[in-house]
C-alpha cells in the first residue's frame, strides 16, 4: 500500500493531537505550537563510495517540542524515508516522552539510504559527515539522537567521536545507545523489548489473561520484537509466530525461539527454522492468539487487514504501526490496543537512564537499570489505564490526553519569550 492511500503521517498525528486538544480544552497557543516542528534541518552532504565515486546523500534531524527539556529521537536509515516520516516520528517522541514523564522533548534524524548495501567503512564516512552536518543542532543539553531503524550502537559511536572531535574533547552523552565501553548503559539493547515486556504483562494482567496460558505473534525479528518475544516466553507464554521481512514461522505448540535466532543468523531468516511452517507476514497479522506484538515498520494494520486480526491484545513495539482507520476497527471489534507512545516507551527511558549516567559519570549495573525502568513503564501504564477507565476512552486516546496535558503544563508555566 502506498503511502498517500492510507496516511499515517505527520497530517495523521496532527489531527488525533488537535482533536484531543479540542476534547481537553486545552489552550490554542499549546495546540498551535504543537502543530508546527519548532526545528526541522535538511542536508544534502556528499559521501566518497569505496569505487571511488561521490555520492550526495539527503539526511534530516527535525526537532518537534522542547518544553520539557531536551529533544530526543533516534537516527533512521532506510531507502524510503522522507520529511513528513521523520516530522510525525519527531511529534510521536514529544509525547512518548511525556507520557512516560521523563524531561525530554521529541525529535527524530534520518538519512535517505539504503545501509543493507553498503560497506562498514562507506557507513562509517557517511555517518561522520551526516553528524557534522547536523552537529549545529545536537548535543548533550539540546538534542540528543540515539539509534533507530537502520542504525546501530557502532553509528552512534562514530557520532559521538565526531562531535566530540568538533568540541576537543570527550562527550559521550552527546547521544544514547552507545557500546558500553564508551559510556552505553546496560539494557539499553533489550530496553524496548522489556518495556513492550511490562505493557504486555500489564495488559494481560487488566484482562485477566494468566502468562502462562497465553499464546504470543510477534510481527519482526529485530531488537525489538527477538527481545520482547524472548523475555515474554521467559515469563511463561507461549510464542507460536514470530516473522522478519522475508516472512514468518508458526507452530501452534510453540516456538523453540533460540534456535529460529541462530537459524537467522545463519542464513538471513527466520524461514525454514526447525519444526515450524512458513506463514506469510500477512497470515501472521491473522493467527488466531492471546497477543499480537506488531515490532516492524510503520502501517502494519491498515483498513485492509484490520478486520482479519483475531488477537485479544495489540502491543505496538514499533512506531505508527496501526493507521487510524485500522486502530477504530480493531477497537470496534473489542481488541485491547496499547499504543506505541506507551507499549515502546521503553528505550526512551533506558536511553534518558543512559544520559543521566554519562551526564554524571556514574554508571549502574543491568539490575538497577531494569529496576527503573519497570517502575517507569508501570507508572505509565497504570496512570493511562486510569484516564482509560475514568474517560471511558481508548488506550490510545488516554495516552495522547495524560502527554498532552504534561506538554501543557510546560508550555503555560514556561510562557512565550519575550
Known amino acids: 500500500m502506498s503511502r498517500n492511500t492510507e496516511e499515517q503521517g505527520f497530517k495523521s498525528v496532527k489531527d488525533r493531537i488537535n482533536d484531543i486538544c479540542g476534547r481537553m480544552n486545552i489552550p490554542e497557543m499549546c495546540r498551535a505550537r504543537l502543530m508546527e516542528c519548532e526545528r526541522e534541518l535538511t542536508v544534502h552532504f556528499p559521501v566518497k563510495m569505496d569505487d571511488g565515486r561521490v555520492e550526495v546523500f539527503t539526511g534530516f534531524r527535525i526537532v518537534h517540542n522542547d518544553s ?3 529533544s530526543k529521537g ?3 536509515y532506510h531507502p ?4 513528513d516520516e521523520v516530522r510525525a516520528l519527531a511529534a510521536l517522541m514529544t509525547l512518548k516522552s511525556a507520557v512516560v514523564n521523563i524531561p525530554y522533548g521529541g ?8 545501509p543493507k548495501t553498503m560497506s ?5 564516512r557517511l555517518t561522520r559527515r551526516y553528524a557534522s552536518e547536523i552537529a549545529i543542532l545536537i548535543g548533550p543539553e539540546r538534542d540528543i539522537p540515539a539509534p533507530d531503524v537502520g542504525t546501530n550502537p557502532q553509528i552512534m559511536a562514530w557520532i559521538m567521536d565526531t562531535y566530540s572531535m568538533g568540541k576537543g574533547y570527550s562527550v559521550p552523552a552527546v547521544v544514547t ?8 548503559s546496560t539494557g539499553r539493547f533489550e530496553a524496548t523489548g522489556r518495556g513492550c515486556m511490562v505493557s504486555t504483562l500489564l495488559a494481560a494482567k487488566h484482562l485477566r489473561i494468566d502468562p502462562r496460558e497465553a499464546t504470543v505473534v510477534v510481527q519482526g525479528c529485530g531488537n525489538v520484537g527477538a527481545v520482547t518475544a524472548d523475555i515474554l516466553a521467559k515469563e511463561g507464554c507461549r510464542v507460536i509466530a514470530i516473522s522478519d521481512s522475508k516472512g514468518g514461522v508458526y507452530n501452534p505448540e510453540g516456538l523453540n525461539l533460540e534456535g529460529v535466532v541462530d537459524h537467522k543468523k545463519e542464513t538471513g531468516s527466520v524461514i525454514g527454522s526447525r519444526n515450524t511452517e512458513k506463514v506469510t507476514n500477512a497470515e501472521l497479522l491473522e493467527l488466531k492468539c492471546d497477543i499480537l506484538v506488531v515490532a516492524a515498520l510503520e502501517r502494519a494494520l491498515i483498513r485492509a487487514n484490520a478486520p482479519l486480526v483475531r488477537a485479544r491484545i495489540i502491543v505496538e513495539g514499533a512506531n505508527g504501526p496501526t493507521t487510524p482507520e485500522a ?4 477497537l470496534d471489534n473489542g481488541i485491547f490496543v496499547v499504543p506505541d507512545i506507551l507499549a515502546n516507551a521503553g528505550g526512551v527511558i533506558v536511553s534518558y537512564l543512559e544520559w543521566v549516567q554519562g551526564l554524571q559519570s556514574f554508571y549502574w549495573d543491568e539490575t538497577e537499570v531494569n529496576k527503573y525502568l519497570g517502575v517507569l513503564m508501570t507508572n505509565a501504564f497504570n496512570k493511562v489505564l486510569h484516564i482509560n477507565k475514568d474517560e471511558k476512552v481508548d488506550m490510545r ?11 501543557e503544563t510546560a508550555m503555560m508555566t514556561r510562557g512565550i519569550f519575550p
Do not use: H
Open 177 to 184: 545507545g552507545k557500546p558500553l565501553e564508551i559510556g552505553g
Open 120 to 124: 562498514q567503512s562507506e557507513l562509517e
Open 107 to 114: 525529535a527524530k534524524g534520518a538519512v535517505i539510504c539504503n
Open 80 to 83: 524510503d524515508v522522507n520529511l
Open 327 to 330: 486502530n477504530k476497527i480493531l
Open 74 to 76: 533516534g537516527i533512521r
Open 68 to 70: 520539557r527539556g531536551p
Open 397 to 407: 486516546t488516554a495516552a495522547y490526553m495524560v502527554a498532552l496535558r504534561r506538554l
